[in-house]
C-alpha cells in the first residue's frame, strides 16, 4: 500500500458524495424469503479496516465499494487489529462519510468469539450477545445493526438462549435481521425452528466456502434451502490464496502474507491454485474472479463476503460479475482439480457442534 499517495488524495479530505450511478452496476439478491437484499459482492471489514492501517486508506476502499453499489459492509465485535478497532474505525467512517447513506446501508455486526476476559466474554450466552450487541451500536455510532449474527454455534449454552438473545435484539430494535455463522447444518436446521417458534426468523447463515473449501456443499446449503435462508459465503479468496498473489510465489514471498496463511502454500496446494489460474484463463477471467463467480453461479451463495485492501482489488473482483456461467465442463474440471483437502477450513471447529 502506497500511504503516500493516499494522504495526499485530495478528494479524500473534500465531503463525500456517493456516485449516483451506483445502483446501475448490477442486481440485487434476495436472502432467502425475507424483504433483505443483498450486492452480490459485500465487503468485509475483518482485516484491513483495524488501527494497522492509515484511516485515509480504509476511507479510499469503503467509498469506492459504495461508489460500486456494494452498500453491505460486514464487521464483528473482534475485527481489527486489536479487537474492536475495525467497528470504531467504521463508526468514524459513518460520522466523516456515510451518515446521510444510513438508510441505504446494511451493516452487520457478530458476537461469538473472545472479545474480553471473564466468562462472558466469548461464545453464545444471553449476557455476551447482548452487552456485545450494545458495545458494538456505540462503536458504530448506529441506533440499529441491520444483521446481527451469532459468529459461533456454543456447544454449552442451551441453543434456545444463544437464539433467544438473537430475538431479544431484534424486538428491541437493535438488530433488524437475526443471522448465524459456521453453525453445522444439524445447528442450522435447530435454531431455524428454534427462532421460527420465537416469531423472528434467521434469514442468513454465514459460512466459509470457496472452491478449495466446499464443505457447504454436504448438507448446509440444502438445509439453507429448505429452510428458505440465505447464503453469505465468507473467504471466498481463502484469504488471497485464490488470486494472482501467490501463483509465482517463492519462499520469501510467501513470508509476507497472511500469517493464516502461511502454514498452507504447500507445494501441493500451489499446485491446485496455478491449475485453477489456467481454467479462469480459458474463461477470461482472473483467478479471483473466477473463484468468486463460482460461488455465485446458479444462485449457491446469495452474496460473496470479499476482503480487499485496495479499490483496485476491488474492482478486479467487481469484474467476476461480467461472466457468472460455467458449463458443465468446466464445473467438473475445477470439481477435479479442487479434491482433496487443501486443509485450508479453518472454522471447521466452529460448525462441528
Ligand atoms: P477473502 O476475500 O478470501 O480474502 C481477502 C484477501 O485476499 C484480501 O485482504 C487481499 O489480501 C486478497 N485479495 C482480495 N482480492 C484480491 C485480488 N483481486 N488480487 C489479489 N489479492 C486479493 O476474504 P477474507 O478477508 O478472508 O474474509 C472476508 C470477510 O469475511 C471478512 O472481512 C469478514 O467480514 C468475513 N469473515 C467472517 C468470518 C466468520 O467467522 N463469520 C471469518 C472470516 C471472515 P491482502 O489484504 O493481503 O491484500
Known amino acids: 500500500m502506497d500511504y503516500e499517495r493516499v494522504n495526499s488524495l485530495p478528494e479524500l479530505h473534500r465531503p463525500y458524495t456517493a456516485a449516483a450511478d451506483r445502483y446501475e452496476h448490477f442486481g440485487y439478491r434476495r436472502v432467502g424469503n425475507s424483504g433483505l437484499l443483498l450486492p452480490p459482492l459485500s465487503l468485509g471489514l475483518w482485516w484491513n479496516f483495524g488501527d494497522n492501517r492509515p484511516f485515509d486508506a480504509q476511507r479510499e476502499v469503503l467509498r469506492h465499494a459504495f461508489d460500486s453499489g456494494i452498500n453491505h459492509f460486514d464487521l464483528a465485535n473482534n475485527y481489527g487489529p486489536p479487537a474492536g478497532s475495525a467497528e470504531e474505525n467504521f463508526g468514524r467512517m459513518m460520522r466523516k462519510d456515510f451518515k446521510g447513506y444510513r438508510n441505504e446501508l446494511v451493516i452487520s455486526s457478530k458476537a461469538g468469539y473472545d472479545m474480553w476476559p471473564g466468562p462472558f466474554g466469548s461464545f453464545g450466552s444471553r449476557k455476551y450477545l447482548i452487552s456485545s450487541a450494545e458495545a458494538s451500536l456505540q462503536k458504530l455510532g448506529v441506533n440499529y445493526v441491520d444483521i446481527f449474527y451469532s459468529h459461533r454455534f456454543d456447544p454449552k449454552t442451551p441453543l434456545e438462549e444463544t437464539i433467544g438473545a438473537l ?124 473463484s468468486i463467480a463460482w460461488l455465485l453461479r446458479d444462485g449457491a451463495a446469495t452474496s460473496v463476503l470479499i476482503g480487499a485492501s485496495s479499490t483496485a482489488q476491488l474492482d478486479e473482483n467487481l469484474g467476476a460479475l461480467q461472466n457468472l456461467e460455467f458449463s458443465s465442463e468446466e464445473l467438473a474440471q475445477i470439481a477435479e482439480i479442487a479434491q482433496g483437502d487443501a486443509g485450508i477450513d479453518w472454522w471447521k471447529a466452529s460448525a462441528i457442534g
Open 167 to 290: 430475538d431479544t435484539l431484534v424486538r428491541q430494535g437493535k438488530a433488524l435481521y437475526a443471522g448465524i455463522s459456521s453453525y453445522s447444518a444439524e445447528r442450522t436446521a435447530q435454531a431455524a425452528q428454534i427462532a421460527r417458534d420465537l416469531g423472528t426468523p434467521l434469514v442468513i447463515h454465514q459460512p466459509s466456502y470457496n472452491i478449495l473449501n466446499p464443505w457447504v456443499e454436504h448438507g448446509l446449503l440444502d438445509t439453507l434451502r429448505d429452510e428458505q435462508m440465505g447464503a453469505i459465503a465468507f473467504t471466498p479468496l481463502a484469504q488471497g490464496l485464490l488470486t494472482d498473489k501467490y501463483l509465482n510465489t517463492t519462499e520469501v514471498q510467501r513470508q509476507g502474507g497472511r500469517r493464516s496463511l502461511e502454514a498452507h502454500l504447500t507445494e501441493e496446494n500451489l499446485t491446485k491454485v496455478r491449475r485453477l489460474n489456467e481454467v479462469a484463463q480459458s474463461r477470461g477471467q482472473s483467478l479471483a474472479q473466477m
